[in-house]
């Protein structure tokens, strides 16, 4: 249950009755058009609705047509009437409808109450369409904008979404309150293509998928293995320079380690099948904690240790199902920005607002201001649900009410019922350039570990105390993030974190001798560049810098030689002119240091 903070009240018919409606529409023109078609399901979804027909094949000017009919009906003002009817009068309004027949049946037998729309014109006469269904639908559609959807694509689904059953056509609709809402929503999806971090990924060299190695298991070439490495290097260091200390484990556990944790049990969906090592079971760890825990439980802990933040660019393995799988964004190994921190519960505000003010900090830097936090807690009516005593839930959730709160993020919205079952959480989503929002830090209670790894201190009375542990990742997973920050900045990555900072481009051959003089100065001075000394033209070499997306282009011929200076090209600005080569490097080691 989610209660964002100011809820938009509606106007006009919810959205949700305008795209099944428009739905409902499509449906009778699709019929009109192919009278034979057999009629599947036609829900909303996301951003507009389908609707599955049992017919051969749908052709683009076929979905026009259906579009442009469509959009005729719907400014005829169209009545919807809602009727109850019993599973036989169903089966006799549906006596040619194979699918719905199905689904009268199923409804029939979970003893489900059956209802069907009408689709009336003006006069009251026999209906135009009738479709078995629940609702919600608009009470005429004249309270529709004919002109905010758009039939948008046919693609083949399986009936119920099973091989085994027959392959329908279905027809994607977008649909909107407005033409122009509809309008901005398509220009978002056009800006969103030209930034798929798939595409630009290929065209910028910095990641395949290969079917030989497996799917959901991304391969960075040397400028994605590079950006990968400066973005890890930043997070780490500040993590570091910010009480945290480094550790290390291993990628696999055995059996009896993920027992323990509970993993084998409540995770076990997640976690891909053991294997045997000298007849004892290893798992790919999906999570770093309990081999933190180990570390921990390493020697007897006293409250003077605590708190402990330990940090690890932890490479996690879990199951995805291949369907779900997106380039970076959705893969089935990664690297976490992990770190556990162990704490007493006096020092537990202070540690949560710490990590909040880090995550700022982390994500400021990447050009993520926008944050949107959430708060995840018990369901108070579910206690079962969850594991942890009352006393402590009502302790951690109060610890991360207050730093949220004196840290400024006064309008997080709740989740009740939302928290792991080991203890509640804040998660943190960040507004891309083009407005979509992704989830990527999180800060976790776990009630659940240090118990099953009996992990306590010794507190300043000498008794044996219950260390509290926080689970954090700011960037959350690095391919992810990687996905994320290619889309958000669309490859043009600014030159703090750009694998490749500067192109050395020489106007001719005569130059590569001067060329290699600034590119070593450069490098000298820890700046990433290339050389571009190829055969081909100057102006193609200018050209393939560009679609590079590299923010420097330097060119150097002989009057850039005789005054030891170099060309400058700025992405976005274009031709700068000469500057002295000292000069351009201080500046440019300013604008790195600046992370501008
Ligand atoms: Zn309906
Ligand atoms: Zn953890």
Same mark, same amino acid.
């Given at each position: ?85 019993? #599973? ?11 699918? /719905?027949? !199905? @689904?009268? $049946?199923? =409804?029939?037998? %979970? ?54 059953? #027959? ?11 407005? /033409?122009? !809402? @509809?309008? $901005?929503? =398509?220009?978002? %999806? ?407």
């Amino acid at each position: 249950m989610k209660k964002p903070a100011g809820e938009k009240i509606a106007k006009g018919p919810s959205l949700e009755a305008v795209r099944h409606s428009i739905s409902h529409v499509v449906a009778l023109a699709t019929l009109e058009r192919f009278p034979k078609a057999k009629l599947g399901i036609g829900p909303t979804i996301e951003n507009g609705f389908y609707y599955d027909f049992g017919i051969k094949e749908i052709f683009e000017d076929d979905l026009k047509a259906i579009e442009g009919r469509a959009r005729e009906l719907l400014k005829q003002g169209l009545r919807f009437k809602k009727e109850v009817v019993t #599973p036989a009068e169903a089966k006799k309004i549906f006596k040619d409808q194979p699918f /719905k027949l !199905e @689904l009268v $049946d199923e =409804l029939k037998k %979970q003893k489900k109450p059956l209802s069907v729309y009408k689709t009336y014109d003006k006069s009251p006469k026999d209906p135009l369409f009738i479709d078995l269904c629940s609702g919600p639908h608009v009470k005429s559609t004249s309270e529709i904008d004919p002109e905010a959807f758009k039939l948008t694509s046919i693609a083949g689904a399986y009936w119920k979404g099973d091989e085994k059953n #027959p392959m329908l056509q279905r027809i994607y609709g977008l649909a909107f309150d407005s /033409k122009k !809402e @509809l309008d $901005d929503y =398509l220009i978002m %999806q056009a800006e969103a293509e030209k930034r798929d971090h798939r595409k630009l990924g290929a065209e910028l060299e910095l990641f395949m998928i290969s079917d030989e190695v497996g799917q959901g298991l991304p391969l960075f070439l040397p400028k994605g293995a590079r950006l990968k490495h400066e973005i890890m290097n930043f997070a780490l260091n500040t993590y570091l320079k910010n009480g945290y200390e480094l550790v290390n484990t291993p990628h696999i556990g055995s059996e009896k380690l993920w027992d323990r944790s509970g993993h084998t049990g409540f995770y076990k969906e997640s976690m891909y099948s053991p294997f045997g090592i000298e007849g004892e079971n290893y798992l790919l760890k999906p999570m770093n904690c309990p081999l933190h825990i180990q570390l921990y439980k390493s020697k007897p802990r006293s409250y003077r240790d605590l708190p402990i933040r330990w940090t690890e660019m932890g490479t996690v393995y879990r199951y995805e199902r291949s369907g779900t799988l997106h380039g970076l964004t959705r893969v089935r190994g990664f690297t976490q920005d992990d770190a556990h921190i162990f704490c007493t519960p006096e020092q537990i505000e202070d540690e949560v607002k710490k990590a909040l003010k880090l995550t700022m900090y982390i994500l400021g830097a990447f050009g993520f201001k926008d944050l949107e936090t959430n708060l995840s807690i018990r369901d108070p009516k579910k206690k079962g649900d969850f594991i942890g005593a009352d006393k402590d839930w009502a302790m951690a959730e109060k610890a991360l009410k207050a730093a949220l709160e004196e840290m400024g993020f006064n309008d997080f919205s709740y989740d009740v019922g939302g928290a792991a079952f080991y203890g509640p959480k804040i998660d943190i989503k960040v507004s891309d350039a083009i407005g979509r929002k992704w989830q990527l830090s999180t800060i976790q209670f776990d009630f659940n570990e240090p118990s099953r790894f009996d992990m306590t201190y010794v507190d300043q009375q000498g008794k044996e105390q219950r260390p509290l542990m926080v689970h954090r990742a700011l960037l959350g997973s690095l391919e992810r993030f990687m996905g994320v920050y290619i889309e958000h900045v669309a490859g043009a990555f600014p030159v703090w974190i750009a694998p490749v900072q500067a192109v050395v481009i020489p106007v001719s051959e005569k130059f590569n001798g001067y060329a290699e003089e600034v590119k070593a100065k450069l490098e000298a001075e820890d700046i990433r560049l290339e050389l571009y000394s190829s055969a081909e033209t100057l102006g193609r070499r200018i050209r393939t810098a560009e679609m590079q997306k590299v923010p420097y282009i330097l060119i150097v011929g002989d009057a850039e030689m005789k005054s030891q200076s170099v060309s400058v090209r700025k992405r976005g600005e274009g031709d700068l002119g000469p500057k002295p080569l000292d000069a351009f490097i201080a500046d440019l080691k300013q604008e790195i240091k600046d992370r501008k």
